[in-house]
């Protein structure tokens, strides 16, 4: 899975940290620092982290797929945003 982008300029091994929240700040910056990105630098960063972990599919493993779930929480706090609703039964 290739870890560039061209509306990103993503950190080296960014995806590959130990710490979800770090992952969370190195995509903050990223998306804030980019002047290519087509939305707001919140959905550009969970974009990106969605992307990564969509591509990985199966091949993720359970310790990193939870890792970077983590990291989608990080980056809702760091950006104030609350996290989505889920739907009633």
């Known amino acids: 899975m290739t870890e560039t982008s061209d509306a ?4 080296k091994s960014v ?3 130990d ?22 630098p ?3 960063a969970m974009s990106m982290l969605t992307f990564y972990i969509n591509r990985a599919g199966k091949t993720l493993p359970k310790a990193r ?7 989608k929480g ?4 760091l950006y ?4 989505p609703r889920r739907a009633k039964d």
């Open 19 to 40: 710490d979800p929240r770090s992952i969370a700040r190195s995509l903050k910056r990223s998306a804030e620092r980019s002047k290519q990105r087509k939305s707001n």
């Open 80 to 83: 104030g945003k609350s996290p």
């Open 74 to 77: 990080e980056l809702r706090r």
């Open 8 to 11: 990103l300029e993503l950190e």
């Open 65 to 71: 797929r939870t890792n970077l779930e983590s990291a």
């Open 42 to 44: 919140y959905r550009s």
């Open 15 to 17: 995806f590959a940290k």
